[in-house]
């Protein structure tokens, strides 16, 4: 695992603008530390009781474990704090596919052997450049992984679907965060606080797809990282859009790669910088 890259510290939340002695800061982790990201913002994100860092480790937490589990056990992705509990072998449980048969043990086996379904939301692409209705479904993206110890049970649970809410929120965190080590406070509109924080925020009306999507192709081979982010000023119809592709889980196959409108410059743009490259997280 390469070192952290540490970016300078903001001094400031950059969720809800409070800053010390109103509040304490805490490090920002861009990418979480529970999948192994190692991009640090430092000072920039308010702790403590009802604070925007309990916020958004909540929904992330519940992205990462609740839709990813299967991924991050086989690629054997731990948080830093969580690498005691890293799982060594896993017992396989088949059932016959009728009701009511009980499961029965079928052996240990390591990580990278364990049959599970990974499940990923492949949005349209951000509405804004689309001028799309917001879309009446999503796709899934889903793969069966190691489905050899299955043998005759060819049925695999996949991930119980947690609505758009915990997705949504983890992909506009990790945009937003990335701008602002990037570009600096101030240097944008930010575009996605309230996706971020707004705990009455509607989910289920997809008005998000409007600055959140994906890339319309899924690409074909992996990466060799674990995961890449990239953020770059782009002009579109006369606004200057500040736009970071995500793609999670990039060294897995069948993963794609989210796109999203992160802020806007007003008048003349942004400064434009030497190169824009991925991030090379692990
Ligand atoms: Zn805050």
Same mark, same amino acid.
């Given at each position: 695992m390469p070192a952290e890259l540490r970016y300078k510290p903001v001094g400031v939340c950059i969720y809800c603008g409070r800053r010390p002695p109103e509040v304490e800061l805490s490090d920002e982790h861009i990418i979480a530390d529970g999948l192994q990201g190692n991009m640090i913002l430092p000072a920039s994100s308010c702790k403590g009781s009802?604070?925007?860092?309990?916020? *958004?480790? &909540?929904?992330?937490? =519940?992205?990462?474990?609740?839709?990813?589990d299967g991924l991050k056990t086989y690629l +054997?992705?731990?948080? *830093?704090? &969580?690498?005691?509990? =890293?799982?060594?072998?896993?017992?396989?449980?088949?059932?016959?596919?009728?009701? +009511?048969?009980?499961?029965k043990f079928a052996g240990n086996l390591l990580p990278s052997?364990?049959?599970?379904?990974?499940?990923?939301?492949h949005f349209e692409r951000p509405r804004i450049f689309t001028g799309n209705p917001p879309p009446e479904n999503v796709k899934m993206l889903a793969r069966l992984w190691n489905s050899k110890p299955l043998k005759n049970y060819p049925a695999v649970n996949g991930p119980p679907w947690i609505g758009f809410e915990p997705v949504v929120r983890t992909l506009s965190k990790?945009?937003?965060?990335?701008?602002?080590?990037?570009?600096?406070?101030?240097?944008?509109?930010?575009?996605?606080?309230?996706?971020?924080?707004?705990?009455?925020f509607d989910f289920d009306d997809k008005a998000w797809s409007m600055f959140i999507g994906c890339e319309t192709e899924?690409?074909?081979?992996?990466?060799?990282?674990?995961?890449?982010?990239s953020i770059e000023p782009v002009k579109f119809q006369n606004r200057f859009l500040l736009f970071c592709k995500?793609?999670?889980?990039?060294?897995?196959?069948?993963?794609?790669?989210?796109?999203?409108?992160?802020?806007?410059?007003?008048?003349?743009?942004?400064?434009?910088?030497?190169?824009?490259?991925?991030?090379?997280?692990?």
């Open positions: 009802k604070s925007c860092a309990e916020k *958004t480790s &909540r929904f992330e937490f =519940r992205y990462i474990n609740g839709a990813h +054997g992705v731990y948080g *830093t704090r &969580r690498k005691k509990n =890293r799982k060594t072998t896993i017992p396989l449980f088949v059932s016959e596919p009728k009701d +009511g048969a009980p499961s052997q364990h049959p599970f379904i990974s499940q990923f939301e990790i945009a937003h965060s990335y701008a602002i080590a990037e570009y600096g406070m101030g240097s944008f509109s930010p575009l996605l606080k309230e996706t971020i924080l707004n705990d009455r899924i690409p074909k081979y992996p990466s060799l990282n674990l995961h890449e982010v995500i793609w999670l889980f990039s060294s897995a196959e069948s993963t794609p790669i989210y796109e999203v409108v992160v802020g806007e410059h007003w008048n003349s743009g942004f400064t434009p910088r030497k190169s824009v490259v991925p991030h090379q997280l692990s």
